[in-house]
């Protein structure tokens, strides 16, 4: 396990860890709410518990028994998984085998409901926008890099994010249709985009 040298940004204390014992070691007593950011580049998974404490894994090189290991402590300890682009992170469940069924934020959706102008908003872009104001830096170089260094930034600022939008969807209004609606889509469409849906021809070729 190692972690990231300190940095002029803000940005988590994250650790780098190298296997699912390493990740249940480090987050044994917790059990609530995880930020999870995906890195594209390196297949890595970022997860905070506060803006302040993180850790990430590439589940790629975990083994099936590890993959299966992990889906199950995301079960049993995450009551609500927050993400950017959720729906992304659910494909790389499925593809993994890791089936997950609980409560989950989209911060990318929730930045659109609050904006229906601001579309398809980057996570920098969210950060400018909700954070910034309030005085929180934003380390735009640092948020185009796809380092560890980034990653601890990006959970940082995710975290923030997430209490910022979550309060703010609340005071707009909008949670029911946030959380009955819209989040609820998410999942189905992930499920439809990964098997499939049948099409009964017959039945167009009536029209």
């Known amino acids: 396990m190692k972690s990231v040298e300190p940095a002029a940004v803000p940005q988590t204390d994250l650790r780098l860890l190298n ?15 995880l930020v999870m950011l995906n890195d594209p580049t390196s297949g890595t998974l970022t997860g905070n518990i506060s803006a302040e404490k993180g ?20 079960e049993k300890n995450i009551s609500r998984l927050v993400g950017f682009d959720v729906k992304n992170l659910l494909h790389i469940f499925m593809s993994l085998g890791i089936k997950m069924t609980g409560a989950f934020f989209d911060l990318q ?42 990653r601890a930034c990006k959970g940082f600022l995710a975290y923030l994010l997430y209490e910022k939008l979550s309060d703010r969807i609340r005071k707009e ?12 889509m998410v999942y189905v469409l992930a499920v439809m985009e990964e098997n499939g849906i049948l099409i009964d021809r017959d039945f167009l070729k009536e029209y």
């Not at 850790?55 to 995301?74: I, Q, T, V």
């Open 19 to 33: 296997s699912f014992q390493e990740w249940k070691d480090f987050f044994s007593s917790h059990q609530g709410i």
């Open 55 to 74: 850790a990430s894994l590439c589940l790629n090189h975990l083994s099936e028994h590890d993959r299966k290991g992990f889906g199950e402590w995301l």
């Open 109 to 150: 959706l929730a930045g659109f409901l609050l904006d229906s102008e601001f579309r398809n908003p980057s996570l920098k872009e969210l950060a400018l926008k909700y954070l910034q104001p309030s005085g929180i830096p934003v380390p735009e170089d640092e948020l185009n890099k796809e380092d560890a260094c980034s």
């Open 173 to 184: 209004g909008m949670a029911e249709l946030f959380e009955k609606i819209e989040l609820p």
